[in-house]
């Protein structure tokens, strides 16, 4: 198979978005980005590039929270991107500048005394790293940045932006929680109310065979509990099993963006992903956890369905602390009739999820070159 050949058959008018957004039949969904946007260029943000290209996503507002980066440095790179997307027009909300209750002293004491996470887990620890920055402090932006945006965050928190959002577009709203979710937690605690008037909440966090824990969920495991505690009509799960089937540097797929994109789109692949793979062949590329949960929210078709979970997350202040603990759905039927029954009995307030499987990897890269190589969909202001 021609790599080039195939993929540019699905820039078309018939490609991969085009066919989502004529399914779903105009209708765009509403969905509240919550991310820790880490820059210049990183799952995160692709991911963000993924939401703004698709037609079908109605992005209400996008979130930012301490975690790969301070919140102050990744709200700099939300708001450049934006006005280098041609999209002003999309607020930003900062959200947690901190977790709930750990801290970066907390955090560095647990790795000396334990070392990194159990299962083959790294030991990434984001900006509570020794090296992890001032989180008042607000480093330049490196091209095609090139500067601060003219454009400034809005004055209200972003707990309280999820919380008058979801109010105002009851059943409507997805919440797609990209980093800790500490923002979550906040406007779940003061709103009790908007929980069972949320469509979805969309999370990427632990793992059952790659890892039993992930940063999103050891940076606020507080947190955590509490978001997966709270009773949401759906919460869907994207696990670091799943996010390890599809990594950035398979398929060809970067020089073939770099190649067919458009700026800034192009520059950001060239510069952050093409030239680290041609001056390091055996660089390891990443899982693409965002990207999996940025093609579910826009076409969850591309996945085979899903297994219903109880979830809980350790709190204790050990070495397990931020692990995720999963229990099968169908607890009460396994070993039913022997002396198995009710022996793994999930914790009381655990939540129950839909864990994501079975990626269609040939349809997850079409979807994903193409919303990278079409048309930088700017304001329609911005194209008068």
């Not at 947690?96 to 801290?103: C, D, F, K, R, Y």
Request: net charge negative; with cysteine; proline share 6%.
């Amino acid at each position: 198979m021609n790599i080039s050949t195939d993929l540019l058959a699905h820039t078309s008018r018939f490609s991969p978005a085009a066919q989502t957004a004529a399914r779903s039949g105009g209708a765009k969904k509403k969905l509240i980005y919550d991310q820790d946007h880490r820059g210049p260029l990183s799952t995160d943000t692709v991911a963000t590039l993924m939401l703004l290209q698709a037609d079908n996503i109605d992005l209400l507002g996008i979130c930012t929270v301490s975690c790969d980066m301070w919140a102050k440095q990744e709200t700099a790179y939300a708001l450049r991107l934006l006005e280098i997307m041609g999209r002003p027009e999309v607020p930003v909300y900062m959200g947690a500048q901190e977790p709930l209750l750990n801290t970066k002293a907390e955090a560095q004491l647990r790795y000396q005394m334990f070392g990194s996470r159990t299962l083959g887990n790294e030991g990434y620890l984001g900006c509570f790293a020794k090296n992890g920055g001032n989180p008042d402090e607000v480093e330049p932006l490196p091209p095609p940045y090139g500067r601060f945006a003219a454009i400034q965050a809005q004055a209200e928190p972003a707990a309280d932006f999820i919380i008058r959002t979801i109010r105002a577009n009851p059943n409507e709203v997805t919440m797609y929680c990209g980093g800790p979710m500490t923002n979550l937690a906040l406007a779940a605690m003061l709103a009790p109310d908007i929980v069972p008037i949320t469509k979805e909440v969309i999370f990427m966090g632990g793992g059952i065979h790659h890892s039993t824990s992930s940063v999103n969920v050891y940076f606020d495991a507080e947190a955590a509990k509490i978001g997966f505690r709270a009773g949401w009509p759906k919460l869907t799960l994207v696990t670091t099993d799943l996010a390890e089937e599809v990594h950035m540097a398979d398929d060809a797929k970067v020089d073939y963006i770099v190649d067919h994109a458009h700026s800034p789109i192009a520059d950001l692949f060239a510069l952050y992903e093409q030239k680290p793979q041609r001056d390091n062949p055996q660089r390891q590329s990443f899982r693409m956890p965002d990207e999996v949960m940025a093609a579910h929210a826009i076409d969850a078709s591309i996945f085979g369905g899903f297994d219903e979970m109880y979830v809980d997350i350790v709190t204790h202040n050990d070495g397990h602390y931020g692990d995720t603990s999963f229990w099968d759905g169908d607890w009460k039927g396994i070993g039913k009739g022997t002396a198995l029954e009710g022996q793994n009995n999930p914790s009381i307030k655990a939540g129950r999820v839909e864990m994501l499987k079975a990626i269609d990897k040939k349809r997850f890269r079409e979807l994903f070159v193409d919303l990278m190589t079409r048309p930088i969909n700017a304001a329609r202001a911005l194209r008068a």
